[in-house]
Nanobody, 121 residues
Framework: QVQLVESGGGLVQAGGSLRLSCAASRRTFGSFSRYDMGWFRQAPGKEREFVAG???????YYKDSVKGRFTVSRDNGENTVYLQMNSLKPEDTAVYYCAARVPGGTRFDYWGQGTQVTVSS
């Protein structure tokens, strides 16, 4: 059962933009607004890292290297979280994953399948 589905990845030149979307299953996330949603990425040969998060109260969080370039937002009515990525750099190349953390949880239990983002120089 697919619960989180990412889309919007692709190939873009350095300096370009992409908007990632992550749609959450209404069956699993009936009260989507209560979940903390995060974006992570994993580049080849590297560990997965946190990129941005939209916590249930709406506060956004960002990895330092993407601050000012990436914006996370969510539409609770559509059970969707977005990651707007501007001024992309080759080092942003990775598979991007969205994840959900249950209310009061300490870890992200639900993960999407990932979407590839490739930034050419």
């Amino acid at each position: 059962q697919v619960q989180l589905v990412e889309s919007g990845g692709g190939l873009v030149q350095a300096g370009g933009s992409l908007r990632l979307s992550c749609a959450a299953s209404r069956r699993t996330f009936g009260s989507f607004s209560r979940y903390d949603m995060g974006w992570f990425r994993q580049a080849p040969g590297k560990e997965r890292e946190f990129v941005a998060g939209s916590w249930k109260e709406g506060t956004p969080y960002y990895k330092d290297s993407v601050k000012g370039r990436f914006t996370v937002s969510r539409d609770n009515g559509e059970n969707t979280v977005y990651l707007q990525m501007n001024s992309l750099k080759p080092e942003d190349t990775a598979v991007y994953y969205c994840a959900a953390r249950v209310p009061g949880g300490t870890r992200f239990d639900y993960w999407g399948q990932g979407t590839q983002v490739t930034v050419s120089s």
